[in-house]
């Protein structure tokens, strides 16, 4: 915990018994006056509900004073701290260059490297760091940083990009969006009602998801116009979004924005609102004509399945469910791709803790990449995972159907009842279910099913497992077999190698664990070069952390015609992208349609989704102890 500024200034206020002045305040800590003006006002807006002010006359400077003493001193003891200590972490760190791409993309003019250190705290060399990170949070969007001696620095490019980092990066921050001033969150919320009231009229209809992201994109309008800066359009684009429905749509919300606010809307802006409203629609909920997915979406969505069913040996080009929900996903968002949008996904880190299905898109997405000459954002390929995880979970339900043998030697009537219990818990796993008492089993042929459950010991010879239950099926038998259900004979651990498992790897940055195992892959397996960089193009458009100190780092293309994992345990966890990594899965797709990556993915899924197993899997001694731990599930 570190103190902030604001509580500096407070304990030298409440020091002086009478008044300190600007500049002496801003000698004590060795800030600009600017600065210090700046705190004070701050200082004032949060005690001025609370029970006190600072207080200014020219001449002699500022004084703190407590105008109510009870509510003073509640707020000191319940709130002040949140105001007075800030954790000076990783977190800390990332929200720290969200902060100051917000300030230098609202700034109009260049500012000066002393100011920004003033305003985040910091010194010039912690400026310098987070800079290298700006950096790298915008060159996504063709943004650059451009800096002039004795002028400063600002952010440059063109302002339709602007508006997308702006729209993308800085309010689309979670935790910054919550936390952000009652100014921000009152103008949000009328931008919000007018949409509302505006797409009620026209029963225009869209999801929650797309419906906050129009939200941020005409907020962030809103900004760049308030500080003179506005979309220009190709007169040729914006006479082809006035044909479209949406521009009336888009005409009638800015109207209402420039009513409320007393800012006037260049055409260009209409254009820019008509351009995300078509590239944001629903499908299927009105516009019947705009609703048909053309031979040409068709065409893209089954050359998705096909590279999912090539890659990870998935059929699912026969789901109608999925290649309907995929094609009307596909047609707004080729117009995205067109107008260079990108929709952000709250959802995003929920929806990556679904390894399989968010890996799956990964597949299927890079069909589109190479289709239109884009990387997609691991936001896009967030949506696509949603389609995928609910006809995964469909598809699951197929294949672990199981022909059942029952065996009940108490009567007829027991045997109906075991039958009747075992359906009504059991039945989306069962394709066919047959009852036969113990003396009759030399009549069938056992290896015909897939599973045996017994209320009687046998002395049968067969392949088949055999399961011993209690007549009433108990809690624990009937944990027993739905485990079974679950199971699949084959073991994960043939896709891992001993000769690639890496314990105890010391690594300061995500690329030197990748530029350390792509290397020992690339030796051993005797790769053609460009293994090392296809991984590092992957991480590039669509980071692999996926939470729970794990990073599944892969190529986007096949080196090898089977699949394998090869596995480093780091001696300490390092910052990957955004979250900490302490467990890195390697993964090489093979080219080979056999490979049962079906269960593979499955049932990966199963482990890394468990933190108690990943620890366990990063404490383990050696390979045959991590091996052992992949093997029980």
Not at 88 to 116: C, G, H, P, Q, W
Not at 293 to 311: I, Y
Not at 574 to 600: A, K, P, T
Request: hydrophobic share 40%; with cysteine; glycine share 2%.
């Amino acid at each position: 915990m570190k103190e902030t500024r604001i509580k500096k200034i407070f304990d030298l206020l409440s020091e002086h018994h009478t008044y300190i002045t600007g500049e002496k305040l801003a000698q004590l800590l060795s800030v600009s006056t600017k600065t210090i003006r700046n705190e004070l006002k701050t200082l004032d807006t949060i005690f001025s509900k609370n029970g006190g002010r600072v207080d200014s006359k020219s001449g002699l400077g500022y004084h703190f004073e407590v105008t109510d003493m009870e509510l003073f001193r509640t707020f000191i003891a319940n709130k002040w701290h949140e105001y007075a200590f800030e954790e000076d972490t990783l977190v800390y760190k990332s929200n720290r260059v969200i902060f100051l791409l917000k300030i230098m993309l609202f700034e109009k003019d260049y500012i000066k490297a002393i100011d920004l250190c003033d305003r985040l705290q910091i010194s010039k060399s912690q400026l310098s760091t987070d800079l290298q990170l700006l950096r790298q949070k915008i060159e996504p969007f063709q943004l650059h940083l451009d800096v002039r001696p004795h002028h400063g620095m600002k952010i440059i490019g063109k302002e339709l990009n602007l508006r997308l980092c702006i729209a993308n990066v800085v309010y689309n921050e979670k935790q910054l969006l919550d936390e952000e001033e009652f100014e921000t969150q009152f103008i949000l919320s009328e931008i919000r009602s007018n949409i509302l009231r505006v797409f009620n009229h026209y029963h225009y209809e869209t999801s929650e998801l797309v419906f906050h992201n129009l939200v941020i994109h005409l907020f962030v309008a809103l900004e760049r116009v308030k500080i003179g800066e506005s979309i220009v359009m190709e007169s040729q684009l914006l006479e082809t979004l006035k044909q479209d429905n949406e521009y009336q749509i888009a005409h009638d919300i800015i109207h209402e924005i420039e009513k409320l606010f007393g800012y006037s809307f260049p055409e260009d802006e209409k254009g820019y609102v008509s351009m995300h409203l078509s590239g944001k629609r629903v499908f299927g909920q009105s516009e019947q004509e705009s609703n048909v997915v053309s031979s040409e979406v068709d065409e893209l969505v089954m050359n998705m399945l096909d590279r999912v069913r090539v890659v990870m040996d998935i059929d699912l080009t026969k789901d109608l469910d999925l290649r309907i929900a995929l094609g009307l996903h596909c047609v707004p968002l080729v117009k995205r791709i067109s107008y260079n949008l990108m929709m952000k996904n709250p959802l995003l880190d929920d929806i990556k803790k679904h390894k399989q299905a968010y890996l799956t898109a990964e597949i299927a997405s890079e069909v589109i990449e190479r289709r239109y000459l884009i990387k997609l954002s691991e936001d896009e390929i967030a949506y696509f995972a949603l389609h995928f995880y609910v006809a995964l979970e469909r598809h699951k339900v197929t294949i672990n159907r199981k022909k059942v043998l029952l065996v009940c030697s108490t009567g007829h009537g027991t045997a109906k009842l075991l039958q009747f219990r075992f359906k009504q818990e059991f039945d989306p796993f069962l394709e066919n279910i047959v009852t036969k008492d113990a003396l009759s089993l030399n009549q069938i042929d056992l290896n015909h099913f897939d599973l045996i459950v017994s209320t009687v010991p046998l002395s049968v010879k067969t392949i088949t497992p055999i399961i011993y239950v209690s007549t009433l099926l108990s809690d624990h038998d009937l944990q027993t077999i739905r485990h079974r259900f679950n199971q699949n004979d084959m073991s994960i651990a043939e896709y891992f190698d001993r000769k690639l498992f890496y314990k105890d790897i010391v690594a300061n940055t995500k690329e030197d664990v990748i530029f350390f195992m792509s290397n020992k892959i690339s030796d051993l397996y005797n790769f053609r070069p460009g293994f090392y960089e296809s991984i590092l193009r992957r991480e590039a458009s669509a980071s692999t952390e996926f939470g729970n100190l794990i990073a599944i780092p892969h190529p986007d293309q096949a080196f090898s015609h089977t699949t394998f994992v090869s596995v480093a345990v780091l001696k300490k966890p390092i910052l990957w992208n955004e979250r900490m990594v302490q467990l890195v899965f390697m993964l090489s797709y093979g080219d080979n349609e056999n490979d049962n990556l079906d269960v593979f993915f499955a049932k990966s899924a199963q482990f890394l989704t468990s933190a108690k197993d990943i620890q366990a899997a990063i404490d383990a001694s050696d390979y045959d102890d991590f091996i052992r731990l992949i093997d029980k599930t």
